[in-house]
């Protein structure tokens, strides 16, 4: 069956840094779209960043442009997004989401808690 799962979370002070990780199995890692999202209580999951099948292309919501860094390593099957400046704003429940670009299939993961505090 196809698995992601997430690891790296933690707690950090603004200002600083955590590196999550995906490991995924059960299908193509190199064939999916690997995103991940965030959800703090009370808010809908929201995209963080995207990145291509190949790792050619990355995007990201403007609240964590030039703070995160989305990559993937296909031959360990991994996604990761380095998060830098964190901030209180970033706490959320962070998901590993895997899609396909030409079909139906859609994965998620059961999530890491990230919190930012002082």
């Known amino acids: 069956q196809v698995q992601l799962v997430e690891s790296g979370g933690g707690s950090v002070q603004p200002g600083g840094s955590l590196r999550l990780s995906c490991a995924a199995s059960?299908?193509?890692?190199?064939?999916?779209?690997m995103s991940w999202y965030r959800q703090a209580p009370g808010n809908q999951r929201d995209v963080v960043a995207a990145i291509t099948n190949t790792g050619s292309s990355a995007h990201y919501t403007n609240s964590v442009q030039g703070r995160f860094t989305i990559t993937r390593d296909n031959a360990k099957n991994t996604l990761y997004l380095q998060m830098n400046s964190l901030k209180p704003e970033d706490t959320a429940v962070y998901y590993c989401k895997a899609s396909t670009a030409a079909g139906p299939n859609e994965y998620w993961g059961q999530g890491t808690q990230v919190t930012v505090s002082s």
């Open positions: 059960g299908f193509t890692f190199s064939s999916f779209v």
